[in-house]
């Protein structure tokens, strides 16, 4: 199975540049029947270039309820690449923890600790079609100007529980679940994973944030299956340049 699927020290907020932005939103995940699973509190911050919002760090606090303690957490740094973050996803409910860092150029390392307890690692080779994790959501505002002219986008994508990426694209797409601007999907390009991966469905609004989300989560329902949810955000703050180009 592919799972697609943000705080600072004090002494990394004094290494932010002078126009350090914030993009602050809170999606809420629904069953199909519209149960509320738990809720995503996003925090992300980077910095305005040449008018445009690029993230350096992205935090997640997942939480059964809210206001509540939370039950899950991820943290990532974006350093090389807006689509290729560094990951560090825990979900103690379940003893679950996976990483994913950069050692060389063109080489991710992870490290997956499963529900069973075992510890499982992978090397992955990539070159630059590959996104990883949140990189989908920039995926989706770097290629805004395309994916609203109707065109579709290839890239890779990881499959971190299974050390290896595979081939999707993102292309615009119509669903009457979601009440969005701009509705995209994201669907495997593999006649065979077709079979096995349901396509994810995205919505956005004009000012290219993440306004929904439908399918398959990285939170836990069991210790052999994961949250098939509908996720709709709000965004509690914007940054103070353009989300897209």
């Not at 409910?93 to 992870?110: G, H, Q, S, V």
């Not at 290896?164 to 995209?184: A, C, K, M, W």
Request: proline share 6%; glycine share 6%.
């Amino acid at each position: 199975m592919i799972r697609p699927a943000i705080t600072f020290s004090a002494l990394t907020i004094l290494a932010l540049p002078v126009n350090a932005n914030q993009f602050v939103f809170t999606g809420t995940a629904k069953s199909n029947g519209g149960t509320l699973l738990y809720q995503e509190i996003h925090q992300v911050d980077g910095h305005c270039a040449e008018g445009i919002f690029e993230p350096q760090t992205h935090s997640v606090n997942y939480r059964k309820e809210p206001g509540e303690a939370p039950f899950a957490t991820k943290e990532m740094t974006y350093e090389d690449s807006s689509l290729r973050p560094s990951v560090d996803f825990q979900q103690p409910d379940f003893n679950e923890n996976l990483k994913i860092t950069y050692p060389e150029a063109n080489r991710l390392d992870i490290e997956w600790q499963t529900p069973a307890g075992d510890i499982e690692r992978y090397e992955v080779d990539f070159d630059n079609r590959l996104v990883v994790d949140a990189g989908f959501d920039h995926l989706v505002r770097a290629n805004w100007g395309q994916v609203n002219r109707g065109e579709s986008v290839e890239f890779r994508f990881l499959g971190p529980t299974r050390g290896e990426h595979y081939g999707f694209v993102l292309e615009p797409t119509r669903n009457n679940q979601l009440n969005s601007d701009v509705v995209l999907r994201i669907r495997p390009t593999s006649l065979v994973l077709r079979f096995l991966v349901d396509p994810i469905v995205l919505g956005y609004n004009k000012e290219g944030a993440l306004t929904e989300y439908l399918g398959l989560t990285n939170i836990r329902e069991n210790a052999d299956a994961n949250f098939t949810a509908h996720i709709r955000y709000e965004v509690e703050q914007y940054p103070d340049c353009e989300l897209t180009p």
